[in-house]
């Protein structure tokens, strides 16, 4: 994927990046990711201030987990959640600070 239309695609130092990005001012950031890159992102605080996470109904054997290779506990609030008719949810979790 390339940048361009509002879109950014990073890679290298991805929490270097994401912090430069979190000084400018008035910019939303949104950072769609796998589990191999969600954790270290969730690890460093201050980082992300909410996540999102699509459940879809579906339950396999093997693979990895949402938060692999996370290295902190992390404290969530749950802000909105939205149940669909085929029974995938979408929860919207606000990061509570150290």
Do not use: N, W
């Amino acid at each position: 994927m390339q940048s361009g239309d509002g879109r950014i695609v990073i890679r290298g130092d991805l929490a270097g990046q994401l912090a430069k990005l979190k000084q400018q001012d008035g910019v939303d950031i949104m950072l769609s990711c796998g589990p191999a890159t969600l954790g270290p992102i969730a690890s460093t605080p201050g980082l992300v201030d909410e996540y999102l996470i699509a459940v879809h109904p579906a339950v396999i054997t093997a693979g990895p987990r949402m938060f692999d290779r996370l290295s902190r506990d992390l404290a969530l609030k749950l802000v909105h959640a939205e149940v669909f008719d085929a029974g995938g949810v979408v929860l919207q979790y606000r990061a509570i600070p150290d």
